[in-house]
Every structure is written in C-alpha cells, then in structure tokens.
T-cell receptor, first 112, second 112 residues
Framework: EPEVTQTPSHQVTQMGQEVILRCVPI?????FYWYRQILGQKVEFLVS????????KSEIFDDQFSVERPDGSNFTLKIRSTKLEDSAMYFC??????????FGPGTRLLVL | LAKTTQPISMDSYEGQEVNITCSHN???????ITWYQQFPSQGPRFIIQ???TKVTNEVASLFIPADRKSSTLSLPRVSLSDTAVYYC?????????????FGKGTTLSVSS
C-alpha cells in the first residue's frame, strides 16, 4: 500500500536556525498538507497546497513558515528562524480529491 | 465546521466491544463523519467514514442515527494494540483540500 514518507524522523536544532522538513506524498495525490502536534496537545492544521499554490493556511502559518514542491515528488516545510515553541511533531498528509487524507509518520522537531 | 464532543478517555479489556460516541449537534447537510486513530508518535490514520445509517469495514462500524446529530464508532473485540486516541471529525469531504480540524479525541486504553 502506498504511504506518505517524511524525513528526517527526528531533528534537533538551535533556536534561530532554519529547518526544512521533507515529505514525499503518495504519487498520484494532488493535495498536500502540513499539520503539527505539540506534545500532549491536539493535531493542528498548518497549510494546504494544491497546483503549486497555498490553498488554505491557519493562523499558526505565519511569515516564518513556507512550503514548496521543488520537484514532482517532494513537498517541503521550511521554518526560517525556529523558536522554542516550534518544537512539535510535524505531519505531512496528502490526498487525491475528496477522499480521506493520508498522513505520514511525522518528524519530531526539537528546538533548543 | 461542526463542533464535536466526545469523551476524553475510555477504558476497556481485551475481547470487549468498545463504543465511542461523538456528538455533533450542528452538523450540516453536506458534512460527513470521519474517524481517525492515532498511536503515540505516529500520524493519524483513517478508520471509517459515513454519512448516515451504518457503515462497516474490516476495522470498525460506524452508526449514525437519522438526525445525524451524533455517531458511534464501534470497535469489535478490542486488543491491546487498539490502545490509541480516536478522533471524530465532521466536515464537507466533498471539498478537496480542506483542512481537517482535530479535537482532543478519546484516549482508549485496553488492558489484559
């Protein structure tokens, strides 16, 4: 069964550093998403992406965040200048159209 | 988006049937009811989706009464590996690219 994959599985960074989280969505999917989950809290939507454009974003997705689909397979989330409160699990998801979203295993980001 | 209410936690024993009820009083005509499962440090995983009456798959059943103001996820004969957080989501799944809005979910603990 096709799966969404994410790299790295864990990332530790210093406050103020830039990080790029990578995702490979399921190959024939058209819609891509990023969510995050701070430890012990609920899953929060960050952004959705379709046809090389952001289609929806939450209040969390401020100017320090950006997304990109640099090639036909990868979907990336960049955090320009990390803060302590960016420490969380970041999940990528994708789907074809109206169907359910398929989530990746996540990247655990720790900002020191 | 319809707000959902579900129990914070439930306990069960192996082999028992578990029913988790979700209230969604202001569900809209176009809204579907979707349940996701999340294990610790993993991404949410789709379990089942329905619009009305009953839906069954190899994992669970979903019961939706005629007024659609609530729904019940039924897990037959749970095992220890069913220990997870279960999320009830309500939204218009016909809108592609729509963000999923997660609540706090129901933490199910299965004991031997």
């Amino acid at each position: 069964e096709p799966e969404v994959t994410q790299t790295p599985s864990h990332q530790v960074t210093q406050m103020g550093q830039e990080v790029i989280l990578r995702c490979v969505p399921i190959s024939n999917h058209l819609y891509f998403y990023w969510y995050r989950q701070i430890l012990g809290q609920k899953v929060e939507f960050l952004v959705s992406f379709y046809n090389n454009e952001i289609s929806e974003k939450s209040e969390i997705f401020d100017d320090q965040f950006s997304v990109e689909r640099p090639d036909g397979s990868n979907f990336t989330l960049k955090i320009r200048s990390t803060k302590l409160e960016d420490s969380a699990m970041y999940f990528c998801a994708s789907n074809w159209s109206q169907e359910t979203q398929y989530f990746g295993p996540g990247t655990r980001l720790l900002v020191l | 988006l319809a707000k959902t209410t579900q129990p914070i936690s439930m306990d069960s024993y192996e082999g028992q049937e578990v029913n988790i009820t979700c209230s969604h009083n202001n569900i809209a005509t176009n809204d579907y009811i979707t349940w996701y499962q999340q294990f610790p440090s993993q991404g949410p995983r789709f379990i089942i989706q329905g619009y009305k009456t009953k839906v069954t798959n190899e994992v669970a059943s979903l019961f939706i009464p005629a007024d659609r103001k609530s729904s019940t996820l039924s897990l037959p004969r749970v095992s220890l590996s069913d220990t997870a957080v279960y999320y009830c989501l309500v939204g218009d799944s016909n809108q592609a690219g729509t963000a999923l809005i997660f609540g706090k979910g129901t933490t199910l603990s299965v004991s031997s």
